[in-house]
Each structure stands twice: as C-alpha cells, then as structure tokens.
C-alpha cells in the first residue's frame, strides 16, 4: 500500500507561553517528545517547531516566549535534527 511509504511533514508545537490555555507541549518535555517521535513514528516527517507564544502586550513576556522555543530548537540541532 503506497500510503503505508508517505510521509506527513509536521511541526513540534511547543506551548511557549506556559499557559493552560494554549495547546502544545510543555517547554522542558519537547526535546524528549521530538526524540521519541523521531524513534517510533517512521511516518511522520518533523520538518520544524511552532511557538504557541504569550498573548500579551508585555513585550518581556512575548520575547521570553520565543527565547523558549529558539533554545528548544537549538537543543534539537545539536541532536542532529534537520529542522
């Protein structure tokens, strides 16, 4: 079956903002979920991460946000991601 041989380009969606509200994972459980994806879903392609950041007007807190998710995907690089 050729649908068993796709792969679906995704995105690690990393609630940024630590918010209950917002969906995603937590921040210090990313690099682990995105490792044993990589492991046990040979059909899912993770091509990137995708910040849920901070929905607010403190500049502070949005840049923290994506401070978060760049340090996230810097950790990432290092395991040989190629995202």
């Known amino acids: 079956d050729k649908r068993l ?4 380009n995704t995105l690690l969606e990393i609630n ?5 509200s ?3 994972l937590d921040p210090n459980q990313a690099v682990e979920e995105y490792l044993q994806i990589q492991e046990e879903c040979s ?6 991460v995708m910040s849920i950041g901070s929905h607010s ?3 502070e807190s949005i840049i923290k946000s994506f401070e978060t ?3 996230i995907y810097e ?3 290092k395991h ?3 995202i």
Not at 5 to 8: E, F, G, M, R
């Open 5 to 8: 041989d796709y792969k679906l």
């Open 16 to 20: 940024s903002a630590n918010e209950n």
């Open 22 to 24: 917002k969906s995603g």
């Open 43 to 48: 059909n899912l392609n993770l091509c990137g």
């Open 57 to 59: 007007q403190d500049k």
């Open 69 to 71: 998710t760049f340090k």
């Open 75 to 77: 950790i990432l690089q």
């Open 80 to 82: 040989g991601a190629k």
